[in-house]
T-cell receptor
Framework: DGGITQSPKYLFRKEGQNVTLSCEQN?????MYWYRQDPGQGLRLIYY???????QKGDIAEGYSVSREKKESFPLTVTSAQKNPTAFYLC???????????FGSGTRLTVV | DQQVKQNSPSLSVQEGRISILNCDYT??????FLWYKKYPAEGPTFLIS?????DKNEDGRFTVFLNKSAKHLSLHIVPSQPGDSAVYFC????????????????FGKGTKLSVKP
């Protein structure tokens, strides 16, 4: 079955540590996205990539980094520079000519 | 400044009644609109969409209405069921020549729907 997989489901991080969230898709989608959800804030775009080896900052990119070395993979690193990293992170993908995104099931990151 | 606004953070309706979720947008270039449904700790799932060349799209119990002059769309759920309880996100995009979205989807903040038995 084609889909988009985020791992892990739950992640705990100590303050000052970097952590990487995984996102893999086998839908052959060109574009991939990372969103963050906080209560009352909706979905806010962190980074997106329309093609391999290229990515752009979204609305709240500070404290985050990404890479797109393969079409299938778009990992997100939450760095120690992110002031408030505790949130629910969603990865999505889309394809040219098709409406909308396919979302992963999300990763809940908690800083302890 | 929000380009897509869902002004009601929450909505509560009785089972069997109609649920109406509203969404307003400011960018007149938007011509594709989508509704997503999200359960807690899960990713959003696509529900229904509408192109700006239409003013209504129906799929079973779900109907989306688009009023371009008012830059307003609404999602109607009839009849509402307890399983419909979720957060609903409105999203908008500019279309491309391939029939899809030219750019990124812009999401509203969501409306939490509670359907009571």
């Amino acid at each position: 079955d084609g889909g988009i997989t985020q791992s892990p489901k739950y992640l705990f991080r100590k303050e000052g540590q970097n952590v990487t969230l995984s996102c893999e898709q086998n839908l052959n989608h060109d574009a991939m996205y990372w969103y963050r959800q906080d209560p009352g804030q909706g979905l806010r775009l962190i980074y997106y990539s329309q093609i391999v080896n290229d990515f752009q900052k979204g609305d709240i990119a500070e404290g985050y980094s990404v890479s797109r070395e393969k079409k299938e993979s778009f990992p997100l690193t939450v760095t120690s520079a992110q002031k408030n990293p505790t949130a629910f992170y969603l990865c999505a993908s889309s394809s040219r000519g098709r409406l909308g995104y396919t979302f992963g099931s999300g990763t809940r990151l908690t800083v302890v | 400044d929000q380009q897509v606004k869902q002004n009601s953070p929450s909505l509560s309706v009785q089972e069997g009644r109609i649920s109406i979720l509203n969404c307003d947008y400011t960018n007149s270039m938007f011509d594709y609109f989508l509704w997503y449904k999200k359960y807690p700790a899960e990713g959003p799932t696509f529900l229904i969409s509408i192109s700006s060349i239409k003013d209504k799209n129906e799929d079973g119990r779900f109907t989306v209405f688009l009023n371009k002059s008012a830059k307003h769309l609404s999602l109607h759920i009839v009849p509402s069921q307890p399983g419909d309880s979720a957060v609903y996100f409105c999203a908008a995009s500019v279309g491309d020549s391939y029939g899809g979205s030219q750019g990124n989807l812009i999401f509203g903040k969501g409306t939490k729907l509670s359907v009571k038995p």
